[in-house]
C-alpha cells in the first residue's frame, strides 16, 4: 500500500504541467478531506503549479491564537478551537488566487459549509483514502515530527465515519490519493478543474 504522499523528483512531464497550470473559472481552490489526506503538502504544490499562494487553515489558527493547535485543544477545548476556525476560514476565503488546505473537521460546521457554498468562484475539491491509509500517514507523520500533533486522532474511526458523507457532499471534484504522490494528486486536481469548468 502506498501510505505516503512523497515528493518525487520533478520529471520532465511534469515540468509541463507546470507550465500549462490553470483553474479556469475558478479563484480559490479548497481542500478537504480527513487527517492525513494530504491537503497541506498536495496544497503547497498546487498553489506552485498555479502560481497562487497556498493558505493552511490550522497555520492561519495559530497564527491569530498564538498557540498550538494541541495546545488550544488541552487549554480551551474543541468547541472554542471550532470558533476559531470558523472566524480563520472567513477570512481566508475572502482572498483570491489561493490555494486553501482545511483542518480534516472543518466540514463538520454548518457554518463552515455554507461559507464554501456561498462564497463564488471555489472549488472544493476532496482528497479521498482508505481509513487505513490516512492513520498510516498520520502515524508517519507523527514519527518524522516527534510529536502527536493531531489532538482528535484517537476518534479518528467515529470522526471518519460522520465526516466522509460531509466531504463528499461539499466537494465539487474527488481525488484519490492513496495511489499518488503529492505531486500526481495536483496534476490529477488541476486536470480535474480543467476537465469540468
Ligand atoms: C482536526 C484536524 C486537524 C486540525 C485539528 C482538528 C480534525 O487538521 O484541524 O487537529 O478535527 O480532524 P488536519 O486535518 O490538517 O490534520
Not at 463552515?112 to 482508505?130: D, G, I
Not at 465526516?163 to 490519493?177: F, K, S
Not at 495511489?179 to 480543467?194: M, N, W
Request: hydrophobic share 40%; charged share 30%; net charge negative.
Amino acid at each position: 500500500m502506498t501510505a505516503t504522499l512523497e515528493l518525487a523528483p520533478e520529471t520532465e512531464l511534469e515540468e509541463n504541467v507546470r507550465k500549462r497550470a490553470t483553474a479556469p473559472g475558478v479563484d480559490r481552490i479548497v481542500l478537504t478531506g480527513f487527517m492525513g489526506s494530504g491537503k497541506t503538502s498536495v496544497g503547497r504544490v498546487l498553489a506552485e503549479r498555479l502560481g497562487w499562494r497556498f493558505l493552511d487553515l490550522d497555520a492561519e489558527i495559530e497564527r491569530r491564537d498564538g498557540r498550538t493547535v494541541p495546545e488550544i485543544f488541552a487549554a480551551s477545548g474543541e468547541a472554542h478551537f471550532r470558533k476559531q476556525e470558523t472566524a480563520a476560514l472567513a477570512g481566508l476565503l475572502g482572498q483570491r488566487r489561493v490555494v486553501v488546505a482545511l483542518g480534516g473537521g472543518a466540514p463538520e460546521e454548518l457554518g463552515n459549509r455554507l461559507l464554501m457554498e456561498q462564497t463564488p468562484r471555489t472549488a472544493v475539491v476532496y482528497l479521498a483514502a482508505p481509513l487505513e491509509t490516512l492513520l498510516d500517514r498520520c502515524e508517519r507523520d507523527d514519527a518524522r515530527t516527534g510529536s502527536a500533533g493531531r489532538p482528535l486522532l484517537a476518534q479518528a474511526e467515529q470522526r471518519f465515519a460522520v465526516r466522509r458523507h460531509l466531504y463528499e457532499r461539499i466537494a465539487g471534484h474527488q481525488v484519490e490519493t492513496s495511489a499518488r504522490s503529492v505531486e500526481e494528486a495536483a496534476d490529477a486536481i488541476l486536470e480535474a478543474l480543467g476537465r469540468n469548468r
